[in-house]
Every structure is written in C-alpha cells, then in structure tokens.
C-alpha cells in the first residue's frame, strides 16, 4: 500500500538501551522529518533529511541518530534511551519543502523505563 | 521566543458558531503556512495550506495570512462536535524545514 508506515507502534525500552524506530514511505518523497510529541509542547522537530545521505538537525536533536541510505527510509535511533525521552514519535514526507503539505506516519509510542 | 506560537486553549464554543485560531510565527523568510487537524491518539492531517497574503476558503474552513504582521489565522464556520480536536500551526522555516506551534485544542459543544 501508498504511504507512510512507522515500526512498531509502540514499544517499552529501558534505561541505557539502543531502540531504533522504522520510518518508510512509498511516494519517493524527497524530504522526511522525524518529531516527537509530548503534552504542552506540540511536534518538535528532531531531524530532517532533504534526499538520500543529506541529514540536519531540527530543535531537539540530542541524544537522536539518523541516516538516510535510502529516499524511502529515515530509521531514528535512540543511542542511549533516557526517561526524558518518553513520547509519541512521528515521521513524515513531503514531496517538497514549500508549497506542499507533510504526510504523516501513524505515530511510534515509546516508554521508557 | 518559540518559531511558531499558538495560543494552547482550551477553546470552547458551541455548535453552529464560529471558531478562531490564530498563529504567529518569528521568521520573516517563511513562504508557506498550514494547518493541520489532529484527533486524540491519532497523527496530524491537513486541514488547510495557505502561501499567500489574503483569505484562503474550503468549504467551511478559511485561512487568513498577514505576512507584515506574521500572523496565520483559521476560521472554522458552522462549529460542529466532529470539529472537535487540537488543531496545529506549521511553518515553512528560513532552514528549509518544518515547524509546528504547540497546538489550539478546540472543543464543539452540541
């Protein structure tokens, strides 16, 4: 099926451990974004990619890996998961980065304990 | 001070009426403006995208931009209960990336 799908949906990690969240999309969409969600803060950006192997930091990228080898995958990794990174993630696409809306993936849960 | 500012709400109105939301935004080069509606333990949807100074409308949706006063407004006419949800504010940023306010939760009281 067309669109973007996140892996898992949700997940319960502890302390200290390495946790990888699965983006993929399926328009070839050249940009990707990943944010997280978390009550009174809204959809803060932690990476963006423009293509393939082209990676920026967004607001709150500490703590956060990710790599772009492909233009369907934008893979998040959490190196060292802490509790403060307990929150709902999102990624998304976009055909371009003006003119054109951001698709988003059904969001991953992530607890961390 | 924060890319793009909501005011977080809750706003309240009762079905029939007219819901307002507004939106600033602090970067001066940005080119592109949407709203996105997001139902609770669900992922954000476009609502509206406006690009332009003026008034933008789709059916009972009317977007508003003032680039000289950085400011992005949504209308909702015709309140009704399914309209309720948190309702977020995007920007296009001189970075060439995306940012959201913290978002306006709506609620439509039959």
């Known amino acids: 099926d067309a669109g973007i799908t996140q892996s898992p949906r949700y997940k319960i990690t502890e302390t200290g451990r390495q946790v990888t969240l699965m983006c993929h999309q399926t328009?070839?969409?050249?940009?990707m974004f990943w944010y997280r969600q978390d009550l009174g803060h809204g959809l803060r950006l932690i990476y963006y990619?423009?293509?393939?192997?082209?990676?920026d930091k967004g607001e709150v990228p500490d703590g956060y890996v990710v790599s772009r080898s492909k233009t369907e995958n934008f893979p998040l990794t959490l190196e060292s998961a802490t509790r403060s990174q307990t929150s709902v993630y999102f990624c998304?696409?976009?055909?371009?980065?003006?003119?054109?809306?951001?698709?988003f993936g059904q969001g991953t849960r992530l607890t961390v304990v | 001070q924060k890319e793009v500012e909501q005011n977080s709400g809750p706003l309240s109105v009762p079905e029939g009426a007219i819901a307002s939301l507004n939106c600033t935004y602090s970067?001066?080069?940005?080119?592109?403006f949407f709203w996105y509606r997001q139902y609770s333990g669900k992922s954000p949807e476009l609502i509206m995208s406006?690009?332009?100074?003026g008034d933008k409308e789709d059916g009972r949706f009317t977007a508003q931009l003032n680039k000289a006063s950085q400011y992005v407004s949504l209308l909702i006419r015709d309140s009704q209960p399914s309209d309720s949800a948190t309702y977020l504010c995007?920007?296009?940023?001189?970075?060439?990336?995306?940012?959201f306010g913290a978002g306006t939760r709506l609620t439509v009281k039959p």
């Open positions: 328009w070839s969409h050249s940009y």
């Open positions: 970067d001066r080069g940005s080119q592109s």
């Open positions: 998304a696409s976009s055909r371009a980065i003006t003119g054109t809306e951001a698709f």
């Open positions: 995007a920007v296009n940023t001189k970075d060439n990336d995306m940012r």
């Open positions: 406006i690009y332009s100074n």
């Open positions: 990619s423009a293509a393939a192997d082209i990676t």
